[in-house]
């Protein structure tokens, strides 16, 4: 079984306390290793590499340090070889790249609710409740407008919402933002009305 040093993330056969044998000759001058861990302010996620994920410190430090079990209130970490290892947490508090989107206004579709009354409009909410905080939605003169950060969100409620409902019409169209890159960016449009049904 491979195993890998904490310190310089060598494989070996061999690990001490978490150490290949050459970070192990100096164990007496080994520094804890600092975990630093950026976590978003608004909804929590942790970053880990170039992704935010919704994960625990805990698992975070387990995975950064390769540890078979860690204790956070303790700050020790149980080795692949069956060692102690403690360990600091520098946490650092910013914005995730979706929650930045969110502050900001960002939205790259909306879905347009027309001719739904308050309890149906409560129902297709209920839909979107997986898709965490990455929409917010917005009151009009004509109806509902949830705005989504991103693009195929809009597309899967709107699927759900025609097998809910016997009758309704849906109407996709899409809006030049701006050229990014030489790229144009459009914002997509998917307006979900409400067909009345003949008795």
């Not at 020790?76 to 929650?99: I, S, W």
């Amino acid at each position: 079984m491979r195993k890998f040093c904490y310190k310089c993330g060598k494989i070996t056969e061999e690990l001490y306390d978490g150490l290949c044998r050459e970070c192990a000759k100096g164990i007496g001058s080994v520094e804890k290793p600092i975990i630093e861990i950026f976590i978003c302010s608004e909804c929590g996620k942790i970053k880990e590499g170039k992704l935010w994920k919704q994960t625990s410190i805990e698992a975070f430090v387990r995975r950064k340090l390769r540890a078979k079990k860690v204790d956070i209130k303790k700050c020790t970490a149980v080795m692949q070889d069956g060692g102690t290892v403690e360990f600091e947490v520098k946490t650092k508090y910013m914005l995730c790249d979706t929650c930045v989107k969110i502050l900001s206004g960002y939205h790259a579709s909306v879905l347009q609710l027309r001719g739904f009354s308050e309890s149906e409009i409560a129902k297709i909410l209920s839909c979107t409740e997986n898709l965490g905080k990455d929409f917010f939605i917005e009151e009009t003169k004509h109806g509902i407008d949830v705005k989504f950060i991103e693009k195929p969100a809009a597309e899967k409620v709107a699927r759900k919402i025609k097998r809910m409902f016997k009758k309704v019409k849906i109407i996709k169209s899409c809006k030049l933002i701006t050229v990014k890159d030489g790229k144009r960016v459009y914002r997509n449009f998917l307006s979900v009305r409400k067909l009345e049904e003949k008795e």
